[in-house]
């Protein structure tokens, strides 16, 4: 593996693509978001993606332009789109599958982040009876407002990251069965099938409903950007998204991380 490619490896975003792709012939979609009280991801500039003929008509980067985005000039509500495309603009391989766990939003409109860690723990305990291995096989980030996300390398679920017909409801399966087991560790009995515990903490599925195709979000936020957004009562936020080891998720308290977050958003 050269320098260059181990150097977009090592960005972090797309640590999950299997040696067999060359990330030197992949593009991938880059966008921000504007995030009001009122539209809370209304994403910009992310190129649209032709969902039955898998292409897309750009614009396009290549891989190495995530670390330039994240490391210069706007590093606020920054996103990639999931599908990574060849260089006749057809989606190759897609990636991560990640579970984005989202707490649940309270009449003042804030999140229960609390909830939202009791959620992950549970996801983390069935990764754990599966014997995934984190760095290797996922990895767990603070997204700084909803929740958290774990970002998990398709082939260790046993599913392909190849663009096919047969790749999104081999994830929707994967989401289900692991929504399904991390629902009996909590005990939950909420009737939410995604929901993990009693307050309806979710795993919100980027997936289309299961008598659709393709990607209800075909976008993912950026590790180590900045997510900013606004409050109802107009107070705006900054934090980063974080990647946080398992054994700090559960040594900390959840105010320190949230802390740490803001502190680096600050220094940005």
């Known amino acids: 593996m050269s320098s260059e490619t181990s150097s977009i490896r090592a960005s972090g975003d797309f640590w999950w693509l299997a040696p067999s792709y060359d990330e030197r012939r992949l593009l991938v979609g880059l966008g921000c978001a504007l995030r009001t009280p009122r539209f809370d991801d209304a994403i910009e500039i992310v190129p649209a993606i032709d969902f039955g003929a898998m292409r897309t008509s750009g614009p396009l980067y290549?891989?190495?332009?995530?670390?330039?985005?994240r490391t210069a000039g706007r590093r606020t509500n920054l996103f990639r789109t999931i599908c990574l495309f060849d260089r006749d603009?057809?989606?190759?391989?897609a990636g991560p599958l990640y579970l984005d766990i989202d707490a649940h939003q309270l009449d003042n409109?804030?999140?229960q982040l609390e909830d939202a860690a009791r959620a992950t723990s549970c996801v983390l305990d069935v990764l754990?009876?599966?014997?995934?291995s984190e760095f290797d096989d996922y990895r767990l980030l603070f997204t700084g407002h909803k929740g958290f996300n774990i970002e998990i390398r398709p082939e260790s679920l046993g599913v392909t990251s190849e663009i096919s017909p047969a790749i999104w409801p081999a994830w929707r399966q994967q989401i289900t069965e692991i929504a399904s087991d991390a629902r009996r560790v909590s005990g939950t009995q909420h009737p939410c099938p995604l929901?993990?515990?009693?307050?309806g903490c979710v795993i919100d599925s980027f997936l289309m409903a299961s008598s659709g195709s393709g990607l209800r979000?075909?976008?993912l936020r950026l590790q180590d950007s900045v997510n900013h957004w606004a409050e109802p009562d107009g107070l705006e936020i900054s934090r980063v998204k974080l990647t946080v080891?398992?054994?700090?998720?559960h040594a900390r308290p959840?105010?320190?991380?949230v802390a740490e977050a803001e502190k680096r958003a600050e220094t940005l």
């Open 254 to 257: 959840l105010a320190e991380l």
């Open 89 to 93: 603009l057809r989606a190759a391989v």
């Open 245 to 249: 080891t398992v054994s700090s998720f």
């Open 109 to 111: 409109g804030s999140y």
């Open 62 to 69: 290549e891989l190495d332009e995530v670390f330039r985005a």
């Open 195 to 199: 929901a993990i515990t009693d307050a």
């Open 128 to 132: 754990r009876e599966r014997q995934l």
């Open 217 to 219: 979000r075909p976008y």
